[in-house]
Every structure is written in structure tokens, then in C-alpha cells.
């Protein structure tokens, strides 16, 4: 179970980073955007609706392509919120397109695997919304359950 910033670290394992499933490479600042739910199905999803506003801060990964075996829940529309953001010359937010992934599962290594990027703004923590969204995730990580 990963949350946030388990994208911003041990770049240099490729075990771990194949088990979260990419690595963090920029982000712009903290920003509402619209969430697109792509599993209402998946623990900790049903009761979300389809779309909704949220606050957050979204990370722009090293490697935005889709993966075979991974099951995306949600994704940020890049059109909703200004992607815009560089870190020195070489760093620079270009966006992931049609699919920018923000929480997603797989199973790994005879595990299970789930990551959420959201949980950057201390108030999310007492959203109801996004406590069972972790709920869900720590459940299915642990059981195997739900899905």
C-alpha cells in the first residue's frame, strides 16, 4: 500500500519501483481539479460518484505509458487544473495526455499492489471520500477481496 509520496522514493530499486508502479517526476502547485473514477466497483470506490472536484497535488510521473497488468481507479483530468511546472532546466511538467492515472492496483511478485497519489493536503484526512478510498486500498492489499 502506497500513498503519495511512496512515488518519490528508492528510484534506484527496481524492485520497488516496478511494485508502485512508476516514479514520481514533477508536480505544479496544490490545485482543484475534476477526479475521474474508473472502477466504482473496486473497494473503497463504490460510493464515490463517477467525477468529482478535488484538491490535491498532482504528480506527473517519469513514466506516464499505461501497463499491461495494472488496473487504473482513478485519474486526474490534465484539462481541469495548469500542469505547468519546471524545476530547472530539464525538469519540466509535459503532462501525461488522455490518461493521467492518480491511484491504481496490480498484483506484484505474489502480492498485491495499490497506490493513491492523492493525500498531499492534510484536510483530505477527514474527508470521508478519501478514508474509504483508503480503506479500500489497504483492504484489497491485504485480502485480495473485493475485486
Known sequence: VGGHAASDTEYDWKWYTDMVGRMFKIHPVVQTAMLDVHDNDFPGLTSWPKRLMWTDEY??????????????LLSVDESTYNINAQWG???????????????????????????????????????????????????????????
Open 59 to 72: 504528480y506527473e510521473y517519469k513514466d506516464g505509458k499505461k501497463r499491461e497488468g495494472f488496473n487504473y
Open 89 to 147: 532546466p530539464d525538469n519540466i511538467a509535459v503532462g501525461h495526455g488522455d490518461c493521467h492515472p492518480v491511484s491504481w492496483h496490480h498484483n506484484y511478485d505474489g502480492g498485491r499492489a495499490w497506490y493513491t497519489n492523492l493525500g498531499h493536503v492534510p484536510a483530505v484526512f477527514e474527508d470521508p471520500n478519501f478514508l474509504t478510498h483508503l480503506y479500500g486500498g489497504i483492504y484489497w492489499a491485504a485480502t485480495g477481496k473485493g475485486k
